[in-house]
């Protein structure tokens, strides 16, 4: 099946620093997607995006859809506390949600 | 519109022994996902139910685990004499319709299996 490799596993940063996290998979995607997940919660979506090249803002996030439709990353800017957590990519072939692959998660530490 | 809750939240088994997990969806979703999550990695599709069938299943487990979603009542995840490689985290999300983006995820059940 189709392999998703996040990296890095894991960051910390101080606070107000930007963020770089990115997802490759070893086969092409139709939609990518990023999410965020709080300790003890489940996962809310942060950016979806359905278009290779395709650059999305939501606030302080970005996220883009590689041109070769094989990769994702994502920005946030200035980070603040409340940005940690665990943010998944997943991606999709055929825009079913029954199709989507997660990537194993960038844990990140925000220090104050 | 309280979103889509799962319970228990925690859930203690010993090995052998039935576990039991439930999701009420979002109010108006008719669609129902079930995700598997392991410590340090991401969620794994385990099954999609659409009230009452079992649209696909392919990530499930073929023996001990089962799901349902009745017409009336929360979605059952079922798993049969547990082993300690059950003990997870379960997600379960809900949809208006099948496509992605429209998914919301409930708090999950955390199954620790001693």
């Known amino acids: 099946g189709q392999q998703l490799n996040q990296s890095p596993q894991s960051m910390f940063i101080q606070e107000g620093e930007d963020v770089s996290m990115n997802c490759t998979s070893s086969?092409?995607?139709?939609?990518w997607l990023w999410y965020k997940q709080d300790p003890g919660e489940g996962p809310v979506l942060l950016i979806a995006l359905y278009k290779a090249g395709e650059l999305t803002s939501n606030g302080r996030l970005t996220a883009q859809f590689g041109i070769t439709r094989k990769d994702s990353f994502l920005n946030i800017s200035a980070s603040i506390p409340s940005d940690v957590g665990i943010y998944f990519c997943?991606?999709?072939?055929?825009?079913?949600?029954?199709?989507?692959?997660f990537g194993a998660g960038t844990r990140l530490t925000v220090k104050p | 519109n309280a979103g889509v809750m799962q319970n228990p939240r925690h859930l203690v088994r010993r090995r052998g022994q039935e576990a039991r997990l439930r999701c009420s969806p979002m109010?108006?979703?008719?669609?129902v996902y079930w995700y598997r999550q392991l410590p340090e990695e991401g969620l794994k599709f385990m099954v999609y139910l659409q009230k009452e069938n079992i649209i696909d299943e392919s990530g499930m487990p073929k023996e001990r685990f089962s799901a349902e979603f009745p017409k009336e009542g929360p979605s059952i995840l079922r798993i049969q004499q547990v082993v300690r490689g059950d003990s997870a985290a379960y997600f379960c999300a809900s949809s208006p319709n099948p496509g992605v983006e429209t998914q919301y995820f409930g708090p999950g059940t955390r199954l620790l299996v001693l």
């Open positions: 086969s092409i995607f139709n939609t």
């Open positions: 109010k108006g979703h008719s669609h």
């Open positions: 997943a991606g999709s072939l055929t825009y079913n949600n029954n199709d989507m692959r």
